[in-house]
């Protein structure tokens, strides 16, 4: 009887072969994954500025059922279009939507930030979801201000702000801006800043010591107190997600502006008025 050879068998791999295969995908993988980060992130973006564009619409249909008018800044409970008289009203009986123009409940309900129920847009746009920012992570003031965390979506219920900066030093409680107006107020509609994501921005301890924070990134909040912190941050853009009046949405860098310090021939942040 003739034993079967097998000499003629493939042989196995050396353990030099496998690591170099090893070493092959480990430097493949690596040139992959920049490319995935930025598909990943592009997406990100993407959500947001359709969220953004689908509030722009919810806004709309607001102003056809309200004569017009843009949402109020505050307004009383109760009400969408009932501003308060006086600051000696009793402010917990305010439903600021600067913050929250609509959106899901709060995870911490204070009594000015209004129910889900009780947002100008509630009934324009049911899903909740289109007022989270994917890149939401919150903010943080502390020791000075608030800590609102894990994310504006959660604390608020909302991700973004309605943009109601003051035009003028004197201006009605929740009429501030472009709060209450028709769209012939606004000064170009393609430039003039509607709803945004806050940028970062620089903030002053009452010692004078400056410190940078950062809203608007895809990790966590970030605090960065030091004197130096324009060296430290000279690399991170100054990016918000932005919503325009006229329905177009962008991502803005602001760079050495810090968010809404001013306007330029690119962004209007409120229109000036003696």
Same mark, same amino acid.
């Given at each position: 009887?003739?034993?079967?050879?097998?000499s003629?068998?493939?042989?196995?791999?050396?353990?030099?072969?496998?690591?170099?295969?090893?070493f092959?995908?480990? *430097?493949?993988?690596?040139?992959?994954?920049?490319?995935?980060?930025?598909?990943?992130?592009r997406?990100?973006?993407?959500?947001?500025?359709?969220?953004?564009?689908?509030?722009?619409?919810?806004?709309?249909?607001?102003?056809?059922?309200?004569?017009?008018?843009f949402?109020?800044r505050?307004?009383?409970?109760?009400?969408?279009?009932? @501003?308060?008289?006086?600051m000696?009203e009793?402010?917990d009986d305010?439903?600021?939507?600067?913050?929250?123009i609509?959106?899901?409940? @709060?995870?911490?309900?204070?009594?000015?930030?209004?129910?889900?129920?009780?947002?100008p847009?509630?009934?324009?746009?049911?899903?909740?979801e289109?007022?989270?920012?994917?890149?939401?992570?919150?903010?943080?003031?502390?020791?000075?201000?608030?800590?609102?965390?894990p994310?504006a979506?959660?604390?608020?219920?909302?991700?973004?702000?309605?943009?109601?900066i003051?035009?003028?030093r004197?201006?009605?409680?929740?009429?501030?801006?472009?709060a209450g107006?028709?769209?012939?107020?606004?000064?170009?509609?393609?430039?003039?800043?509607?709803?945004?994501?806050?940028?970062a921005? *620089?903030?002053?301890?009452?010692n004078?010591e400056?410190?940078? *924070?950062?809203?608007?990134?895809?990790?966590?909040?970030t605090?960065?107190?030091?004197?130096?912190?324009?060296?430290?941050?000279?690399?991170k853009?100054?990016?918000?997600?932005?919503?325009?009046?006229?329905?177009h949405s962008?991502?803005?860098?602001?760079?050495?502006?810090?968010?809404?310090?001013?306007?330029?021939?690119?962004?209007?942040w409120?229109?000036?008025e003696?």
């Amino acid at each position: 009887m003739e034993r079967s050879s097998f000499s003629g068998l493939p042989k196995g791999f050396t353990l030099i072969e496998l690591l170099v295969v090893t070493f092959i995908i480990a *430097v493949l993988a690596a040139l992959l994954l920049p490319s995935i980060l930025r598909s990943k992130y592009r997406a990100k973006e993407t959500m947001c500025l359709n969220n953004l564009r689908q509030i722009g619409i919810g806004i709309r249909l607001y102003q056809n059922d309200n004569n017009g008018k843009f949402p109020l800044r505050i307004s009383r409970k109760g009400s969408l279009g009932t @501003p308060p008289e006086s600051m000696k009203e009793n402010r917990d009986d305010w439903r600021f939507f600067d913050v929250a123009i609509g959106g899901t409940e @709060p995870a911490h309900p204070s009594p000015q930030i209004p129910r889900a129920a009780e947002r100008p847009l509630f009934n324009y746009l049911k899903n909740g979801e289109t007022f989270h920012c994917p890149f939401d992570k919150g903010w943080d003031f502390r020791p000075e201000g608030e800590l609102v965390a894990p994310t504006a979506f959660v604390a608020h219920g909302c991700s973004y702000q309605y943009n109601t900066i003051k035009t003028a030093r004197e201006e009605p409680l929740g009429l501030e801006g472009i709060a209450g107006k028709t769209e012939s107020w606004v000064p170009d509609p393609s430039i003039y800043i509607l709803m945004y994501e806050p940028s970062a921005r *620089v903030q002053t301890r009452g010692n004078s010591e400056e410190f940078l *924070v950062f809203w608007h990134w895809a990790q966590n909040a970030t605090t960065l107190r030091a004197k130096d912190y324009k060296s430290q941050s000279g690399s991170k853009k100054r990016i918000s997600p932005i919503l325009f009046v006229d329905g177009h949405s962008a991502i803005v860098n602001f760079k050495e502006w810090l968010g809404n310090d001013g306007n330029t021939t690119e962004w209007t942040w409120a229109k000036r008025e003696n």
